[in-house]
């Protein structure tokens, strides 16, 4: 406990620094999805007195829009005390990534808390409007409650304590979704190990199914009787025409995100638009991302989709810090080749520092890569299934993310990088010790 407190108030103290050196004014500080986060709250969405038309709101999922809203209200829609209130939060998600550590090998608690703590991409998302500081928040508690539950002897409330924030993170991000009936099988064999009875076993399976569906559950029928769909927003079509196809088509055709883009909306063109039918226009963004892609070759959508996966996991969060975003330098997402843009940063005089922080940020993800590596050797070698389950994990949302770059799309499977960072650092701290012994 002493250890957690600890970990709370260094990851707080360290957060709350990072906001003072901010210019937290609205105006300026607010950029891209950040800005309608904080205008879809402030104008009551998915409230009953909400500004915005209905069609729009089936983009995103309530979850962060509600959370959000909650804080202007009792902030006075003071942006500095929001991201107070968040970075508390986001102490929290540190305190339950080390208990959720504890509970795999308590020798690595401590190095993997730490690694939260100052965790660069936990720190600056934490100092954003996005969904994703509230949306860790509450999946490490799905993951710490299950782990907690592996560990008990048969206390099921664990386990519907977990399916109860796995479906709180579906409501915020509609990206776990999936996970929901993906992780089934495993809750099955859970049960049957603790459970000889097959009838209390399938109970238990189905229950667990029932409470992670309630909290998403008015979204679901609304647009099952609306609108004939089972999926939760219409985000998925944008997402696959206008981030993955050009993702791919970089590696296959070597083109720039622009002409893909356009590319895609003369596909478009051929079916007929209705924003009063988001999800019928999501469909054919869909349609069409697919009849593009099924025309490229096999090895570059492996290719994309791993290099971006490989990129996502190691490059350095500090890229996407808003000092270093405000920085001179060409966006990476509209260059279709890395070492292009690379040689473009290095031989523009005005791209200079940006190129020093890009140096520097290898650092960190040559670390990465070997603290990673390492940890997930001696993960293996100490918990296989579990390990199993954590690569499984990360390849899921690697998938789902598709061939886009930014080291924000590895936050949901954060947690277990910084474990196997921890279970790194834990091995290195004993190999130097026994050294100096010797």
Known sequence: ?????????????????????????????????????????????????????????????????????????????????????????????????????????????????????????????????????????????????????????NSLILLYISALFLGISTFIRAATFPLIFLSLPIIFLILQNKINNHIRVLIGLFAFLLIALVPISHRLSENIIKYDTYSLTSQSGSHMAYWMVPGVLSISQGMDRKTAINLVNKELNNFEANNNEPYKDSKNKIKVSIDILKKQNYTDLTYAWLRSS?????????????????????????????????NKLFLNEQYHLYFIVLLLSLLFSIFSFYSIILGYYFFIKNSLLIAIISICVIIYFCVITGPTISPKYSLPYLPILLYLQGITIKKLVIFIKTRVKS
């Open 310 to 342: 490989i990129i996502n996991i190691l490059s350095s969060p500090i890229m996407i810090d808003y000092r270093v975003r405000i920085l001179p330098h060409l966006s990476l997402a509209e260059e279709s080749n890395i070492i292009n843009w690379i």
């Open 1 to 153: 406990m002493q250890f957690g407190l600890l970990i709370f108030l260094l990851a707080f103290t360290i957060r709350f620094i990072n906001l003072l050196f901010l210019d937290l004014n609205v105006d300026n500080y607010l950029i891209e999805d950040q800005k309608f986060y904080w205008d879809w709250s402030s104008k009551g969405a998915y409230l009953p007195w909400s500004e915005l038309p209905t069609s729009l709101l089936t983009e995103r999922m309530p979850g962060s829009f509600l959370f959000f809203g909650f804080l202007q209200w009792l902030t006075n829609s003071s942006l500095f005390f929001v991201l107070v209130i968040q970075s508390i939060i986001d102490s929290f998600t540190c305190v339950i990534i080390f208990l959720c550590a504890g509970l795999l090998n308590k020798d690595y608690q401590l190095y993997t808390g730490l690694f939260a703590a100052f965790s660069p991409l936990m720190i600056i998302i934490s100092s954003q409007i996005l969904s994703d500081t509230i949306f860790l928040f509450t999946f490490s508690l799905s993951l710490y409650f299950i782990l907690k539950y592996l560990r008990s002897k």
